[in-house]
C-alpha cells in the first residue's frame, strides 16, 4: 500500500518534469519556425504595425502613468533617506541610476506582460478555440507566420520603446517632486545625474534588458495562446501562465543579467 | 479605427519611444558631455590614489579637462600609475603637478592638475613626475595624535 502511493507519487513527479521539458522543446521550435517564417511579417509590415498599435499604443497611458508615479514615490523616499546624509542633492543620481538599470525595464516588462501578454494569449487562444486557426491551415496559410509572427515582431518592437518611456516618465516624476515639491536645487539634480549615468554602462544596459525582457514576454505569450486547449476555460488557463510565467521570467533574467552587466568590472 | 490612424499612432508611438531614447542619453546620460575633441594621453605615479576610479574626472581651476583612463599598479615601484585622456584643446606645462583631491567632505575623488611655468608644454605619452598622493584620513588621524602625544610631554620635562 505505501509502497503503491510512493511509487505513483514519483511517477506523476516524473511526468510533470517530463511534460515540462517537453514543453520547454516544444517552445524552443516554435520560436524557431517563428524566426523562419517571419518574412510575411516584416514584408507585409501592416500587419506588424497593427500589432505594435495593440502591444505598445494602448499600453502607454498605463505605462507612463506607472513610470510617472513610481519615480515620484522614488524621489519622496530617497529624500527621506539621502536628506539624513546631507546628500539630497544626489536624489536626481538615485532617481536616475535605480529607473534606468532595474525599475524602467522591470516594471515596464511586467507591465507589458500582464497588459499586453495576456491580450496576445487570449486572442490566439480564442482564435484555436473559434478554429480559425485551422481554418487557416485549411486554406494553406501559415498561421505562425500570419497571426503570430506579425504579434511576436510587435511586441518585441513595443517593449524597449515602453521601457524607454517607462524611465524617461520616472525621472520626469522625479524631478516633479524633488526638485518641484522639495526644492532641491534643479542644476544640482541634472548635473549630478548627468555625471553619474552613464551611456553605455546604464543606459545601453538598460536597453538590452527590455529587450531580452521584451523577448521573452512575447515568445511566452504567443506560445501560451498557440498551445492553449481549445476551450474557454483552457484559454483562460493559458492566460494566467502567460502572466505568471512571464513574471517570473523577467525576475530570474533581471538577476542572471544584471549579474552578468553590474558585477563584471569594478568600476 | 481605420488604418491609417493606427498608422499614425503607431508612428507616434515609435516617435515618442526614440525620444524617451534620446532624452535618457542626452539629458540623462552623459553623451553630450562626451568630447569628440582629439584627446592625448599622460600618466603620473602616485604612492596612494584612495578612492579614484577610472573614468573620474581630472579638473584644473575646477575645469574638467580630461578623464581618467586606466588605473594600474607598478611592480617595481609599488606605486599606482594613472593614465589621464587630457582634451587636445588644453595645454599643459611639462612641470605641471597632479595631485588627488576631494571634491567636498564625502564627494568622489578627481585628478587635480595644477599648471607649471615651464615653456614647454606636455606632449602625448608624457609623465606628470611633480604628483601629491591622496590624503588618508588614518594616516592624518595618527599623525595629529601622534602629535598632541608629544605636545603634551614637553612641559613635563
Do not use: C
Not at chain 1, 121 to 130: D, F, R, V
Not at chain 2, 67 to 90: K, P, W
Amino acid at each position: 500500500m505505501e509502497v503503491a502511493s510512493l511509487r505513483n507519487r514519483l511517477e506523476r513527479l516524473g511526468s510533470t518534469v517530463t511534460s515540462q521539458v517537453w514543453r520547454l522543446g516544444y517552445a524552443s521550435r516554435f520560436l524557431f519556425h517563428l524566426v523562419m517564417h517571419s518574412g510575411t511579417a516584416l514584408r507585409r509590415f501592416r500587419l506588424t504595425v497593427a500589432e505594435i498599435y495593440f502591444a505598445g499604443v494602448l499600453s502607454l497611458i498605463i505605462i507612463l502613468v506607472s513610470g510617472l508615479f513610481v519615480g515620484m514615490v522614488l524621489a519622496l523616499q530617497g529624500y527621506e533617506t539621502l536628506q539624513r546624509f546631507g546628500a539630497s542633492e544626489s536624489l536626481g543620481v538615485l532617481v536616475a541610476l535605480s529607473l534606468v538599470r532595474e525599475l524602467g525595464p522591470v516594471v515596464a516588462g511586467l507591465l507589458f506582460a500582464s497588459r499586453a501578454g495576456s491580450a496576445i494569449t487570449a486572442e490566439i487562444g480564442l482564435m484555436k478555440a473559434t478554429e480559425q486557426i485551422s481554418a487557416m491551415e485549411m486554406m494553406a496559410v501559415d498561421p505562425i507566420a500570419r497571426v503570430v509572427a506579425p504579434r511576436f515582431w510587435g511586441g518585441v518592437i513595443s517593449m524597449p520603446l515602453l521601457a524607454a518611456l517607462f524611465s524617461a516618465a520616472g525621472i520626469f516624476g522625479g524631478y516633479l517632486v524633488g526638485v518641484q515639491l522639495i526644492g532641491v536645487d534643479a542644476g544640482a539634480f541634472w548635473s549630478q545625474m548627468q555625471a553619474a549615468v552613464d551611456l553605455r554602462n546604464d543606459i545601453l544596459n538598460g536597453v538590452i534588458k527590455s529587450v531580452v525582457f521584451g523577448v521573452a514576454v512575447t515568445w511566452i505569450s504567443v506560445f501560451e495562446g498557440y498551445d492553449a486547449v481549445p476551450t474557454a476555460e483552457g484559454v483562460s488557463r493559458a492566460t494566467t501562465r502567460t502572466v505568471v510565467t512571464s513574471s517570473l521570467a523577467i525576475l530570474a533574467l533581471d538577476f542572471v543579467l544584471t549579474a552578468l552587466m553590474f558585477t563584471g568590472g569594478n568600476h | 479605427m481605420s488604418r491609417s490612424m493606427i498608422d499614425l499612432w503607431v508612428g507616434i508611438f515609435v516617435a515618442a519611444g526614440f525620444a524617451g531614447l534620446l532624452f535618457l542619453a542626452l539629458k540623462v546620460g552623459n553623451l553630450a558631455s562626451f568630447s569628440t575633441n582629439e584627446m592625448y594621453s599622460v600618466h603620473a605615479k602616485f604612492a596612494n590614489i584612495g578612492g579614484l576610479k577610472v573614468r573620474g574626472p581630472v579638473k584644473s581651476a575646477g575645469v574638467v579637462v580630461g578623464r581618467v583612463a586606466d588605473i594600474r599598479f607598478d611592480n617595481e615601484s609599488y606605486e599606482a600609475i594613472v593614465s589621464m585622456n587630457l582634451d587636445a584643446g588644453y595645454q599643459f606645462p611639462r612641470d605641471t603637478t597632479a595631485k588627488i583631491l576631494t571634491s567636498g567632505i564625502l564627494g568622489e575623488q578627481y585628478v587635480g592638475l595644477e599648471a607649471g611655468g615651464d615653456g614647454v608644454m606636455l606632449k602625448h605619452g608624457d609623465r606628470l613626475r611633480l604628483t601629491q598622493s591622496a590624503v588618508v584620513l588614518e594616516n592624518l588621524i595618527s599623525q595629529f595624535l601622534f602629535n598632541k602625544a608629544s605636545e603634551s610631554k614637553e612641559p613635563a620635562k
